[in-house]
């Protein structure tokens, strides 16, 4: 058995000029900042085969940005300069074709149990920045950027003169987060296994809602979402802002502030005692410690009620605005805040369905466990402690 180790703005105008300069079609990037009004990229043609087997079919997709463009007829490298991205490219089935990574998913116990040699892959992205010399000499067939970073202008020239075929990958919603897991399986070849993720993805979410619809609003919990940090809570351009409203519950941060995509939302202690959450849900162990051992929230309901939770840390943390495990996480949630909606789903079984269905691996039980307390899955940060 393997030890596990523990542990707890933007210059638009400069990067839309450069998306003109470039050979791409026009257009814009669903989910940008509220002041950008954009149009929202075209739904992805499915159906299209293997690269082994596309022979002289042209595949054409559109990116996050609206860039339309033609898919190297070959899909063999692919060099992932975002985690989520990598996540999805294994999610796919894709692991053997990647040729960088960033260094977060060499952290990742699942990802290295799945694709081993993440651990010796190069990291050509530090810094929230490309290292285009580095990237040059790997020379991917496909190169996958996040919005942030192709909101760089300086960072898209580097990719524009390199001569590398670059696409954007992101989302800021559920939609849009299926759309991006559409767009990876059409670059790489694996669209039928994007299709499987999607269908359970589509099911999953029909099923909580269709439980929760009829609570009603005085049943509904209130629940505070610590993203990382004890006081980051999620805002409408993260997913996990969703996935709350899909399960049901009060959001306390709803309507509270925006962020932009990739931005974060912080608040203070005094706004989350004015919210006064029925329950804190968190991404990491020390931010769970800290709400249930630190006197500064010791007067909070939730807090007084030992109703703080750890979300589970699989492939990634579950409900993280960068997670590839959205549908299993909503679905955790939903559980946890309703358990007489969901009395007959086994959540034990449901997560060792979901990662031998699609990771085709077959958790022993001690992962499953590791997985739901959320720590032991991913590997704390140099200095972290």
Not at 44 to 71: C, H, L, Q, Y
Not at 174 to 203: C, H, M, P, R, W
Not at 333 to 343: D, G, H, N, Q, R
């Amino acid at each position: 058995m393997k030890r596990y180790i523990s542990g707890p703005g933007m210059i638009l105008s400069a990067f839309a000029a450069v998306l003109l300069m470039s050979s791409c079609s026009e257009g814009g990037a669903a989910g940008l900042p509220p002041e950008q009004t954009v149009k929202t990229p075209p739904e992805i043609s499915a159906g299209i085969p293997p690269a082994d087997v596309r022979n002289d079919m042209k595949v054409t997709v559109t990116d996050f940005t609206g860039r339309e463009m033609t898919v190297p007829d070959r899909v063999d490298s692919v060099a992932c300069l975002y985690a989520y991205i990598g996540q999805a490219v294994v999610l796919l089935d894709g692991g053997d074709k990647l040729s960088a990574v960033v260094a977060g998913m060499q952290r990742d116990e699942l990802l290295m149990r799945k694709v081993p040699h993440i651990a010796e892959m190069p990291v050509p992205f530090r810094a929230s920045a490309i290292n285009i010399e580095s990237l040059m000499g790997i020379k991917p067939d496909v190169t996958l950027i996040r919005y942030e970073t192709a909101a760089n202008p300086g960072e898209i020239e580097n990719l524009e003169k390199s001569g590398l075929f670059y696409a954007v990958v992101d989302y800021r919603d559920i939609e849009q987060q299926k759309a991006s897991i559409k767009l990876v399986g059409d670059i790489i070849g694996k669209t039928e296994n994007a299709e499987k993720y999607l269908d359970y993805y589509d099911k999953t979410l029909d099923l909580i809602r269709s439980r929760t619809a009829g609570i009603p609003d005085d049943k509904r919990v209130s629940v505070y979402h610590s993203v990382n940090e004890v006081v980051r809570t999620n805002h409408p351009n993260e997913i996990s802002y969703y996935v709350l409203e899909a399960v049901g519950c009060v959001n306390t941060a709803k309507d509270f502030n925006t962020a932009e995509l990739g931005g974060k939302l912080y608040v203070n202690v005094e706004q989350i005692y004015l919210w006064d959450p029925d329950v804190v849900i968190a991404n990491e162990a020390e931010a769970v410690e800290y709400f249930r051992t630190n006197e500064a929230f010791e007067g909070l309901r939730a807090v007084r009620e030992n109703r703080v939770y750890q979300l589970p840390v699989g492939a990634s943390r579950w409900g993280h605005p960068g997670s590839i495990e959205t549908p299993i996480a909503a679905l955790y949630i939903a559980k946890l805040l309703y358990p007489e909606y969901f009395e007959d789903i086994d959540i034990y079984k449901e997560i060792t369905d979901f990662y031998h269905d699609f990771w085709l691996i077959d958790l022993e039980e001690e992962e499953t466990e590791s997985i739901i307390s959320g720590v032991g899955m991913r590997e704390p940060k140099a200095g972290s402690r």
